[in-house]
Antibody, heavy 118, light 110 residues
Framework: EVQLVESGGGLVQPGGSLRLSCAAS????????MSWVRQAPGKGLEWVSS????????NYAASVRGRFTISRDSSKDTLYLQMSSLRAEDTAVYYC???????????WGQGTLVTVSS | QSALTQPASVSGSPGQSITISCTGT?????????VSWYQQRPGKAPKLMIY???NRPSGVSNRFSGSKSGNTASLTISGLQAEDEADYYC??????????FGGGTKLTVL
């Protein structure tokens, strides 16, 4: 089973940028759909973005479209989320997920906290 | 895309059964058999309990079951146990090729 480890979170000022990374180990990375899901402190889950196994298809939540970019590097078994024009409401724990054999996020990382504040 | 509607909280006694509803629209829950349910314990990442409306991943107890009628999906937990106490989230694929989550339901085992 694939294991996921996120990194790159931290404190950033409003309007700033940040790139999250998700290192995967396991055999399914190169074929599975992967996604980012976030959770604001004390709040529910919010789907952010997904990318197909071939990286030919990407999708975004309306709240981040045009500001965030998802990508994957199969040679490095790594998923990325480039975030720009960050807002206070983007503050959340960001989870990297792998769909595996299911049509829904199955494997989740431990999450990385992004805090947008001046 | 509006969040799916779940009750904020449900409760039950050990051994009982509870059902959590998840209401959407014909553009998400009602239009696709791609509803999933997650269990999240405090400080932990979510765990997939049900996918494609009624299927259980390997290792998930058969006390958990899912169903759907129209625009409403449901998660039923039978033989309630103390360890089932957690937050539960539904999610569905949408006609916009995105995914939407419900607001979450806190399950309390009395």
């Amino acid at each position: 089973e694939v294991q996921l480890v996120e990194s790159g979170g931290g404190l950033v000022q409003p309007g700033g940028s940040l790139r999250l990374s998700c290192a995967a180990s396991g055999s399914t990375f190169r074929t599975s759909t992967m996604s980012w899901v976030r959770q604001a402190p004390g709040k529910g889950l919010e789907w952010v973005s997904s990318i197909s196994g071939s990286a030919g298809s990407t999708n975004y939540a309306a709240s981040v479209r045009g500001r965030f970019t998802i990508s994957r590097d199969s040679s490095k078994d790594t998923l990325y989320l480039q975030m720009s024009s960050l807002r206070a409401e983007d503050t959340a724990v960001y989870y990297c997920t792998d769909y595996g054999d299911y049509r829904s996020p199955y494997v989740w990382g431990q999450g990385t906290l992004v805090t947008v504040s001046s | 895309q509006s969040a799916l509607t779940q009750p904020a909280s449900v409760s039950g006694s050990p051994g009982q059964s509870i059902t959590i509803s998840c209401t959407g629209t014909s553009n998400d829950v009602g239009g696709y058999n791609r509803v999933s349910w997650y269990q999240q314990r405090p400080g932990k990442a979510p765990k997939l309990m049900i996918y494609d409306v009624s299927n259980r991943p390997s290792g998930v107890s058969n006390r958990f079951s899912g169903s759907k009628s129209g625009n409403t999906a449901s998660l039923t937990i039978s033989g309630l146990q103390a360890e089932d106490e957690a937050d539960y989230y539904c999610t569905s694929y949408t006609s916009s090729n995105t995914r939407v989550f419900g607001g979450g339901t806190k399950l309390t085992v009395l």
